[in-house]
């Protein structure tokens, strides 16, 4: 989002200078096995969550089969505020391109997912929420499994949050409610710890417009409402981004029990048998290496306690196949699950034998209902005094970023340690709104928001450049209740080709009236009293000109993208819905020994940013494994 030349200097002069801040994992020439109880398929933020639970246990073997390589040495993982830089088009990046979006004039843009160990955790903006307890609820009474509501789901809260004071340790009073979080849990959670000039304001603005953006002091959802405006959590603990690799790998990782094997592309997973009651079994998965990956470090010494822990495979061919026990588990995220399970003949038959897929298990919900929030950079121009207190001088400025990458590299503290922004505000479309006449409200209860304001004191537009002059404050706005569906679909059956990834963006009335009001509110917001020295104009023809409904519409649909939330694409269902990829308990349907566990299972996009949420499902999709399968 940033401009991406002098950023990628940065992060080539941090990577020379400062040492690894990530776990180091060492790398074997062989798996000493092809056989383990549980087979993971994806490192990512779910993934990650039940491989290091799972091995709590030393007597359960666990192999987690990651596409993308090592977050170690990686600064620009590292550090919060440099996470615009690292995706798209990077090797850390799956670099998916949406298909052309009929509801955005056409356009086709990229399609950020993190292939890395940790995943999108490892690549996100670090943004950490809950979800409404609305959503949670939903989800229990969608699945029939009271155990998704929130009043059992919030436990796992304290299982997985470590919520640590902010790098540069202010008072943090009225800034959030200590009683909503966990204080020994895993991932680190924590405030902004660097104030931004336009802080005072924002909060300013909230007492100055009364009930419509009112100030919200915890901003974690779950029990508390997230409408309202306040400060923004973050994935950070001590200036560093904290992921499920740093936290729950971390944690595991010099277990026996546990084996990672990272640049393995799951091809497809495999039948394996069929049971008496019709099930098919699905204990076996290939792979093969991604496609230019590194030859081992052979002859490099290794720790004996390590020596098993990361193999690198680089031969194409042949592809490997290793079988679990007990099950296999997709833990590949909402774009690669469905497309593995397309891959292994379970979707939509037609689609599958168009393409010479032999079908097994006939499911047209594969790769349906994908569910994504959009985002639209609403850009202001900073009057010319206050030009210096927005931090455009500072990334187009080479001097003062070296003098930003020397802070962080001494104490990780200031602008580097932060995240993008310290404010955002989540908000309902009036309920007198003509919308409604037409269509019932989306959301699944009333503290649930329509969409969301994010305040950065910097431009901030995907994929364009910071102007060469000039001072800017964004307010980003983000659909939070999406109306429209798309889908992940093959592009063809080869393993190695980019799936057709369609979210069908802006394609119902409501989602363009929801963002032709949250453009009006970023407008009303900033004309607030607390702005009126500092805001001198909107920049951009495209909204200045945006004046009318119809030319905010056209605004909206010539500029938004998205801030790549994908959910949805393998629904969980009630065991007897004829609809649905998963059960409540996530196992896939018509089969046995499948199981998938990450965002995809979620029928809706959450009422938040995301992380969150995968963290509390995997959470409790570990305890139900445990469950069903008699571990101690």
Not at 343 to 353: C, E, F, N, R, Y
Not at 465 to 468: F, T
Not at 583 to 588: E, G, I, M
Not at 604 to 616: A, E, I, K, R
């Given at each position: 989002m940033?401009?991406?030349g002098l950023?990628?200097a940065?992060?080539v002069?941090?990577?020379l ?7 180091t ?10 056989t383990?109880d549980?087979?993971?398929?994806g490192a990512?933020?779910a993934g990650?969550v039940l491989?290091?639970?799972l091995?709590?246990n030393?007597?359960?073997?666990v ?7 090592d977050?170690?040495n990686?600064?620009g993982?590292?550090t919060p ?13 799956w670099?998916?391109?949406?298909t ?5 004039d056409?356009?086709?843009f990229?399609?950020p997912?993190?292939?890395v ?8 903006y ?5 979800g409404?307890d ?10 029939g ?16 949050e ?7 340790g202010?008072?943090?009073t ?19 710890g660097n ?13 100055q417009l009364g009930s419509?953006?009112a100030?919200n ?8 409402s997230l ?7 973050s ?11 740093t936290?729950?790998?971390a ?9 990672v094997?990272?640049?393995?592309v799951v091809?497809k997973v495999i039948q ?7 099930l098919?079994s699905f204990?076996?998965?290939q792979f ?6 590194a030859?081992?470090?052979?002859g490099?010494?290794?720790p ?6 990361i193999v ?17 588990i997709?833990a590949?995220?909402?774009v690669?699950?469905?497309?593995i399970?397309q ?11 168009a393409?010479?897929i032999?079908?097994i ?6 790769g349906?209902?994908l569910s ?5 950079p609403?850009?202001?121009?900073v009057k010319?005094q206050?030009?210096?207190r927005?931090?455009d001088?500072?990334l187009?400025?080479p001097n ?5 990458i020397m802070q962080w590299q ?13 404010n955002?505000?989540?908000m309902?479309v009036?309920s007198?709104d003509p ?6 409200d989306p ?6 928001p329509h969409?969301?304001?994010i ?7 995907p994929?364009v450049?910071?102007?060469?002059t ?5 307010i ?10 798309g ?6 059956n080869?393993?190695?080709d980019?799936?057709l ?7 119902t ?8 009001d949250s453009?009006k ?13 500092y805001?001198s ?7 200045q000109?945006?004046t009318t ?7 909206v ?9 994908p ?8 065991e007897?819905a004829?609809?649905?990829v998963v ?6 349907k018509?089969?046995?020994g499948?199981?998938?566990v990450?965002?995809s299972?979620?029928p ?13 499902l995997?959470?409790r999709a570990f ?6 399968q008699?571990i101690?």
């Open positions: 940033h401009s991406p950023l990628s940065t992060l002069s941090l990577q200078i400062v040492p690894s801040l990530a776990i994992f060492t790398q074997s020439t062989q798996l000493t096995s092809k383990y549980y087979v993971i398929v990512g933020t990650l491989a290091s639970r091995t709590e030393p007597s359960i073997t192999l987690v089969l990651e596409a993308g390589g977050d170690a990686n600064t993982i590292s505020f440099l996470a615009a830089s690292i995706t798209p088009n990077t090797s850390l990046d670099n998916y391109t949406v052309p979006q009929v509801g955005m056409n356009r086709t990229a399609y997912r993190g292939r160990l940790g995943g999108c955790s490892s690549v996100n670090l943004f950490h929420q809950y409404t609305d959503d949670w609820n939903r989800l229990a009474k969608l699945s499994d009271s155990g998704w509501s929130w009043n059992n789901m919030k436990r796992y809260v304290q299982k997985h470590k919520f640590v004071p902010p790098v540069d202010h008072n943090t009225g800034q959030f409610i200590p009683s909503l979080h966990g204080f020994n849990g895993m991932v680190s959670v924590s405030l902004p104030n931004q000039s336009v802080d005072s304001r924002v909060l300013a603005a909230t007492r419509e953006f100030f002091e915890d901003m974690s959802g779950g029990d508390r409408l309202g405006i306040g400060f923004l959590q994935s950070v603990g001590g200036g560093v981004r904290s992921s499920s690799s936290s729950y790998l944690k595991a990782n010099e277990r026996p029990n546990l084996t094997l990272i640049n393995a091809m394996t048998g069929s049971t008496h009651s019709g098919k204990r076996s998965v093969t290496a991604s496609p230019g990956t030859i081992s470090l052979t490099k010494s290794m004996s306690h390590v020596s098993n822990k690198t495979e680089v031969k194409i061919d042949p592809p490997v196949i290793v079988t679990a026990r007990r099950e296999v997709l590949a995220g909402a690669n699950t469905p497309q399970l891959l292994s003949g379970i979707g939509d038959s037609k689609d599958l034998q393409l010479k032999h079908p298990i006939d499911n047209p919900s594969v349906a209902n994504d929030h959009t985002l639209l609403n850009i202001f121009t010319p206050h030009e210096d927005t931090f001088h500072v187009r400025n003062q970023l070296s003098a930003q001494t104490n990780k503290t200031g602008v580097l340690a932060n995240n993008i922004a310290n955002l505000g989540f309902r009036p007198n919308i409604f006449r037409t269509t019932k959301t699944p209860g009333p503290k649930s969409w969301e304001m305040v950065s004191n910097f431009f901030l537009s994929g450049p910071v102007p060469p000039g001072g800017f404050m964004t980003v706005t983000v659909l939070i209740s999406p109306t429209s569906r889908s992940i679909k093959l592009r063809s080869n393993p190695f980019k799936p990834v369609d979210p069908n963006y802006l394609h009335e409501f989602d363009i009236a929801a963002m032709r453009v509110s970023s407008l009303k917001f900033a004309a607030a009293p607390a702005f009126s020295d805001i104009d909107r920049y951009g023809s495209a909204f000109q945006a409904d119809a030319k905010i519409d056209a605004y649909r010539s500029l938004t993208t998205t801030i790549f939330h959910f949805g694409t393998a629904a969980m269902s009630r007897s004829k609809f649905g059960n409540p308990d996530l196992t896939v018509k089969t046995e499948l199981r998938i990450d965002a299972v979620i809706y996009v959450p009422s938040s940013h995301t992380q969150g949420p995968v963290y509390l995997a959470e305890e139900i494994i445990k469950e069903a008699y101690p």
